[in-house]
């Protein structure tokens, strides 16, 4: 079986490419334990975590990278979330079972955003992904030949038992190995380069979602780059964890107001808010709430807005 929750980097020793390989077993299990989500919703959703995972993996930054899908399809909304270092959720909304796998129709031709936040949330970065095609790995491939980002290929699968991804990206010229050169004097020409690139994506176009989900990785790379010299890199752990909160949620309270939560209280004796992501219930009674109102009074009194 291939590795559960693991990413795994790997290089092309001859040519300015690279690679990461991710699968998600008890994690990706874990992520739809508190969710009944009709096949083609949750197999959708599993493609963008591994997507989101390996995107992730090509990108140096401190923070967060969310995918996120909006329209007024069966599937309405989408939302992946995943950190540098690689702790996931993810959470999918929908109207009725749609009948369909398309993320174009699943989203009623919606909007698919690509979200960085580094530094704390100081450094933000927001790019629109065009719905180019039936599958999120479509999608994507779209966007980076769109952007002046690095050509990248994806190729993704997913069920109600594990998720798993292949990514390759070519790097710019200044990533290239040594000997590798434009003129080709003492390495590899240019067109030969390009060349390569072309082959190693028919190649990995031959990619079964059988494969991917159980060939362990240096079984799948021996399989489909067999005349190319492959590097592979220690595994990192990809994992399940919400970044929910009882500090969260009683924010969220304060912002709703006094009046709204009071309101609520009368009716229900608490409030209740489970998270959509893990389904963890935080409940708040009237003492609960009168202590959150007057730690947000005393904080706005001590000059904090």
């Not at 080709?184 to 060349?195: P, Q």
Request: charged share 25%; aromatic share 8%; proline share 3%.
């Amino acid at each position: 079986m291939g590795q559960a929750d693991t990413l795994r980097r790997f290089v092309f020793e001859r040519y300015p490419f690279r690679g990461q390989l991710v699968h998600l077993g008890p994690a990706w299990v874990a992520m739809m334990e508190h969710h009944d989500y009709p096949a083609q919703v949750r197999d959708c959703l599993g493609e963008a975590v591994v997507a989101a995972a390996l995107l992730a993996s090509t990108l140096k930054f401190d923070g967060l990278l969310s995918l996120q899908l909006r329209g007024e399809g069966p599937m309405h909304l989408m939302l992946v979330e995943c950190t540098d270092g690689l702790a996931m959720r993810a959470v999918a909304r929908f109207r009725e079972v749609p009948d369909t796998r398309d993320l174009r129709e699943l989203s009623g031709n919606g909007t698919l955003t690509v979200t960085i936040e580094s530094g704390g949330g100081t450094n933000r970065y927001q790019g629109i992904v065009p719905l180019a095609g039936a599958s999120m790995a479509d999608c994507l491939r779209a966007y980076f030949e769109q952007s002046e980002q690095l050509p990248t290929r994806l190729w993704l699968r997913a069920d109600g038992g594990s998720a798993s991804g292949l990514l390759l990206q070519r790097l710019p010229v200044t990533s290239r190995p040594a000997g590798v050169t434009e003129s080709g004097a003492g390495g590899i020409a240019e067109h030969e380069i390009e060349d390569a690139w072309r082959r190693v994506q028919l190649v990995a176009d031959t990619v079964t979602g059988a494969e991917l989900a159980s060939l362990e990785d240096r079984e799948l790379l021996r399989r489909l780059f067999a005349e190319d010299d492959v590097r592979m890199f220690q595994s990192a752990p990809v994992f399940f964890r919400c970044r929910c909160s009882r500090e969260r949620v009683g924010a969220m309270l304060r912002a709703l107001g006094r009046e709204e939560v009071d309101s609520v209280l009368e009716e229900f004796g608490q409030v209740e808010v489970r998270c959509e992501f893990c389904s963890r219930a935080y409940r708040f009674d009237v003492v609960d709430a009168t202590a959150l109102f007057a730690a947000g009074a005393d904080a706005h009194r001590g000059g904090v807005h």
